[in-house]
């Protein structure tokens, strides 16, 4: 009975060693010595524990004891000179591998051990004896009859399990490695090889077990070592599969694999120096393309793209494949070169035409080109050939977003998600799918969802951060700043001042600076008095030259620096956007006193003479924002063009860009007018209304005091609240909003109308 259950317990210990729960394994040897101090099995894989979490002087304690009880078992000797041998003791090491030997003669992984020793410590002679006496017995024709016998037998099954393994009969390979393990136990190769055929066909544990077996009977087989990282890192141990590949370079520091597969997981731990010092010494090793490739994608981690360029060129020039050149397009792309990202990508797919990332990644490019159907047909062709390809369905959602076909955007975002239920991306691009048609609190909580699967999912709280300002400020201004994760460098990197937290200025010198949009700095630069009312010995602007003139008349700023120039001095710095959570504005705490911005008056004198008509209503018109602004605010020229038949209105066009259109139309055109937002103010002081989508013309006119019109889409930005046709940022402000996504035409019904009866108000009050 005492037996059996000492079988039992071993048994079940050495399950937990194979699984790799060394500590479970060590717990249950313990407790076996605890009641039976002389249980040899116990103490030996005690011992053997302790040599792989590298506790060598333990190890050498647990080995002694059992050689004292045991002093037959010759692995115990082979074990005690690998622990010699981590420890430096290379003459103790030798003495123990040749007691192993002496115990028994035929044992080839002792001889092994030796001669490795033999060789680092120069003792040629006795090496090449070593060597005929069995230590390569592949390579002597003298080794004993019965080992090489063994051998050949072992290597015959070896090289026809390679054969079975070729023509993908895995099963096959498997049962002619295990067949060479049991005539020649420990062989690398066969080992290595097995390991590979049970990885494959979804056996990872038992590929864990047979690596470990193999490492037990030869410590110093680097190849063991590395191959069991490969198989815990697929299992996710990526600490066990780090330390396995340590261990390989401690034994073999030329072993660029190790280094390689190293290289991989300090990356995933955010250890992207270490990773690329490592991956460099892969290549220095063996200058392998696949090793290009991999240093090329830690470079772009590092915004590095012209190096990521530079590598992924010479992975090409060794191997021309087609992912390295999906590879190529995608760093490229990062650098705006959309017709050579897509050249690129075109390459890849001819190399090797059913490639669906390939063709997916040429989706992405033809998007950004503007191409939306183009881009649609490719998602489309990819999932033609991999149907649950969740990015390709959550990219084609984005497209279809695009052309404001929502409810089948939202069905693939859906459809990348059941494919892929932590899918981050996908519940970040389904909520603002979700946004668009103001289903606000499902939007809030798939941004959420994102956030909670990827924490550092930058875009993720930004969306939600304008989501929540929609109706709450207080939260969604938090979440607005993760912005500056989605940018190059944050303003304290850039300017090497601290952020400003709000308290008393005490007479510091402060920066402001603008950021994004020309609209986002005429709107928020309301709030440099009220920097100024803080204490500030001086408020210094940093923005764009386009806006320099118009924020010299800003009230609280003393000094306006164009972006580039070299700044004065200063001991603070914020940015503009960033002053409504620091003061803690409320919707109903805006500072709304307009005018805050101003025309000059010179200029104004200038312009009059351009736009005086007698007894109509001046009004500017603005029909389209930049190109990079989101497709759903463009409107069509012609709605407006429909107002200039209202009697006794006059159009003036405040339009920049796309103006061609104008040609022939009853509109004044004043493009060639507007050098900067400073000719505009002073044009927009001359008018009597400006009628405009959502542009930056919108907040100059608002700023001004002007009487502005806001033409706004169904899903209006953030700053425009819902459900109000004023604005609490501007009081001479009326917002026009969609009653339905893309309907500009109802929406313009109600601007004619408005436009007659304001008009006629207008032609009363000239009157009087």
């Keep these: ?188 190769k066969t080992v290595n090889l097995l390991g590979v055929c049970l990885q494959n066909t979804g056996k990872p544990a038992e590929a864990v077990s047979v690596y470990r077996e193999a490492i037990a009977l030869n410590p110093q087989d680097m190849s063991l070592h590395n191959n069991l990282g490969v198989v815990l890192c697929s299992l996710g141990h990526k600490e066990q599969a780090l330390a396995c590949y340590e261990k390989a370079i401690t034994i073999d520091q030329n072993c660029a694999d190790a280094y390689y597969n190293a290289a991989k997981i300090m990356e995933e731990q955010n250890r992207r120096k270490e990773a690329m010092a490592y991956c460099k010494k892969a290549i220095a090793i063996k200058p392998k393309a696949e090793f290009y490739n991999q240093l090329g994608i830690y470079y772009q981690g590092c915004e590095n793209l012209a190096e ?93 977003q695009e052309q404001g076909k929502l409810a089948e955007a939202i069905a693939c975002h859906q459809k990348a998600i059941a494919l892929k239920p932590d899918f981050a991306e996908a519940y970040n691009n389904l909520g603002l799918a979700l946004q668009e048609q103001l289903k606000l609190q499902e939007a809030i909580g798939y941004y959420r969802h994102a956030i909670a699967l990827n924490p550092d999912a930058a875009m993720a709280h930004l969306n939600l951060g304008m989501c929540l300002l929609l109706q709450d400020f207080q939260q969604g201004f938090v979440e607005y700043e993760w912005r500056w994760r989605l940018v190059p460098e944050t303003p304290e990197e850039r300017l090497g001042k601290s952020l400003w937290d709000g308290s008393p200025l005490a007479g510091k010198t402060i920066l402001l600076h603008t950021e994004q949009g020309y609209g986002d700095a005429i709107q928020f630069v309301r709030y440099a008095p009220l920097v100024a009312q803080r204490g500030a010995g001086k408020v210094i602007l940093e923005t764009n030259r386009a806006l320099r003139r118009l924020f010299t008349t800003a009230p609280g700023v003393q000094e306006v620096v164009v972006k580039g120039e070299p700044l004065p001095a200063f001991d603070l710095q914020v940015p503009l956007m960033s002053l409504p959570r620091i003061l803690n504005t409320t919707i109903e705490t805006i500072p709304d006193r307009i005018p805050y911005l101003y025309a000059e008056e010179k200029e104004a004198v200038k312009y009059s003479e351009l736009v005086r008509t007698e007894g109509e209503v001046k009004v500017g018109i603005v029909w389209s924002p930049s190109d990079k602004a989101p497709k759903k605010r463009f409107c069509p020229v012609s709605l407006f063009l429909e107002l200039s038949q209202i009697p006794g209105i006059s159009l003036y066009s405040l339009q920049k860009e796309h103006t061609d259109i104008l040609d022939g139309a009853p509109i004044q055109d004043l493009r060639e007018l507007l050098h900067d937002f400073a000719d505009t103010a002073a044009v927009i002081s001359q008018l009597d209304l400006v009628i405009s989508v959502d542009t930056a013309v919108a907040h100059l006119a608002g700023a001004l005091g002007k009487p502005v019109w806001v033409l706004l889409p169904f899903s209006p930005d953030w700053r425009w609240l819902l459900d109000r046709s004023s604005s609490p940022w501007y009081p001479t402000m009326r917002l026009f909003r969609q009653q339905q996504p893309g309907d500009w035409s109802e929406l313009f019904a109600r601007v004619k109308s408005a436009l007659l009866s304001w008009s006629g108000e207008w032609s009363v009050m000239i009157r009087k």
Aim: aromatic content about 10%.
């Design 308 to 400: 990521a360029i530079a590598y992924c060129k010479k992975a090409i020039a060794i191997k021309p494949k087609a992912e390295f050149y999906n590879q190529l397009g995608i760093y490229y792309q990062g650098c705006e070169n959309l017709a050579e990202a897509a050249k690129q990508c075109e390459q890849a797919i001819a190399l090797k035409p059913n490639y669906p990332e390939a063709i997916c990644n040429l989706g992405m490019i033809l998007q950004e080109q503007g191409k939306i159907a183009e881009a649609i047909g490719q998602y489309r062709q990819a999932l033609a050939i991999k149907p649950d390809y969740p990015g390709a369905y959550d990219k084609m959602g984005t497209a279809l």
């Design 1 to 188: 009975m005492v037996q059996q259950a000492d079988n039992d317990r071993l048994r079940e210990a050495l399950s937990h060693y194979k699984a790799g729960r060394l500590n479970e394994a060590r717990a249950v040897y313990l407790a076996m010595l605890k009641q039976q101090p002389h249980q040899v099995e116990a103490m030996l894989l005690l011992g053997i524990i302790a040599y792989q979490t590298q506790e060598y002087d333990r190890a050498l304690g647990y080995f002694q004891q059992v050689i004292s009880i045991k002093p037959d078992w010759p692995e115990t000797y082979n074990n005690l000179g690998a622990c010699f041998w981590e420890q430096g003791k290379i003459e103790q090491a030798i003495a123990a591998y040749k007691q192993a030997i002496a115990v028994k003669p035929d044992y080839h992984d002792a001889y092994k051990n030796l001669a490795l020793a033999l060789e680092k410590q120069g003792k040629r002679l006795e090496l090449r004896e070593t060597h005929q006496r069995g230590g390569s017995p592949h390579q002597s024709g003298t080794a004993p009859e019965k080992l090489e016998k063994r051998y050949q037998e072992a290597l015959a099954h070896y090289q026809q399990a390679i054969s079975w393994y070729q023509k993908g009969k895995k099963d096959k390979a498997i049962a002619l490695c295990r067949q060479a393990l049991l005539a020649h136990p420990g062989h690398s």
